[in-house]
């Protein structure tokens, strides 16, 4: 059974802002104390081109040259914003709760099942599917549907570089991926917010595109359990819900798969969930965004969040209205 909760942002606050209004006032004077850190780090980080960019961490690190050709011109985020206002349900869905729940999920050892049509199905390690040494950084927009965006400094591979370890069939047109559903270290699964465990899924074509990366790290070290440790999707083009962490299971086939948002509100949620400001989600706009750390929408969203040159070609018959 799905019982729906009210989600974050379906308060009537998040068409004018999502932040402001409801933050207690204590938070509010964070929120305003960490615009100003920010804004010093954003200074650093236009000094600092080359290498990798590091964290106040005790994570390991893990060596990766930035890949220049993916580098967003915007500031990059503070590692502390980062990782300190998620979106992670399994582990509640305030934006601070997988900071504060996520610490205690062993993601060692780990397993990814292959299975569907695929020519080497099995179950294999993290450093079976992931060259680590052939590890990049890539700086990419993200952009939540609840029209927030950051700029984070991921270390990963494309994911095509793990979809052709494993040969999928010429068959299989879609691959499904699925999140770990561990109630004892994830307090959010007791709660029936979503239909469990998290499945998103990917056209072939969208999968192997360039941009779509397979994450292992942030920030020059190994992520931190709260952004998908210890393997997650980043899909730069795309609204934040489809790029599913902690990623137990790939599943290829030749069938549109069942994905949790689209599942739990189908018109709302759509399975593209391209970044399209002309598409206004049902309850709120989406042509306008607040870059955080902010308090108002501060900038216009980019069609496909800025990245049409690399991936409008794969749309160029559907019509995007319907197809959201
Ligand atoms: N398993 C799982 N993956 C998830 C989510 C989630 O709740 N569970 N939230 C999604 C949403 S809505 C967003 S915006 C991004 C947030 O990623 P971040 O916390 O690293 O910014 O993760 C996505 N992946
Ligand atoms: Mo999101």
């Known amino acids: 059974m799905i019982v729906k909760h009210r989600k974050p942002w379906e308060l009537p606050y998040s068409e004018i802002t999502p932040e ?34 590091q964290a106040q961490t005790n994570l390991p690190a893990l060596g990766a040259a930035r890949n220049a050709k993916y580098v967003a011109a915007d500031a990059v985020n503070s590692y ?5 206002y998620n979106n992670y349900y399994e582990f509640g869905t305030e934006k601070s709760d997988p900071a504060r729940y996520a610490g205690s999920l062993k993601t060692t050892p780990w397993t990814v099942q292959v299975d569907g049509m695929v020519g080497k199905p099995g179950k294999y390690s993290v450093e079976d599917l992931v060259d680590f040494k052939a590890l990049e950084e890539r700086i990419y927009r993200h952009r939540c549907v609840e029209a927030w965006s950051m700029v984070m400094p991921f270390i990963g591979v494309p ?14 047109k879609f691959v499904e991926f699925t999140t770990l559903n561990r109630p004892s270290e994830m307090p959010g699964l007791s709660v029936p917010v979503l239909d469990w465990p998290y499945v998103e899924a990917l056209r072939m074509d969208e999968a192997m595109n360039e941009l779509t990366f397979m994450v292992v790290g942030l920030y020059g070290h190994v992520l931190l359990n709260q952004c998908g440790a210890p393997l997650r999707v980043h899909i730069p083009w795309k609204y934040g819900f489809k790029s599913g962490k902690s990623i137990v299971r790939l599943r290829f086939t030749d069938k549109q798969p069942r994905t949790t948002w689209n599942l739990s509100a189908p018109d709302e949620y759509g399975f593209y969930a391209n970044v399209n400001p002309n598409v206004p989600h049902p309850r709120w706009a989406q042509n306008r965004e607040v870059r955080l750390p902010g308090l108002f929408k501060n900038r216009d969203t980019q069609m496909f ?18 197809n959201y």
């Open 159 to 172: 994911m095509s570089s793990v979809i052709n370890k494993v040969q999928p069939q010429p068959s299989a």
């Open 20 to 53: 402001s209004i409801y933050r207690s006032r204590r938070d509010f004077i964070k929120a305003a104390a960490g615009a100003v850190g920010a804004l010093a780090g954003a200074a650093c980080v236009g000094q600092e081109t080359p290498g990798v960019l």
């Open 305 to 322: 969040n800025g990245y049409g040159d690399q991936v409008a070609s794969m749309y160029s018959s559907l019509d995007l209205k319907k």
């Open 80 to 84: 502390k914003d980062i990782t300190t």
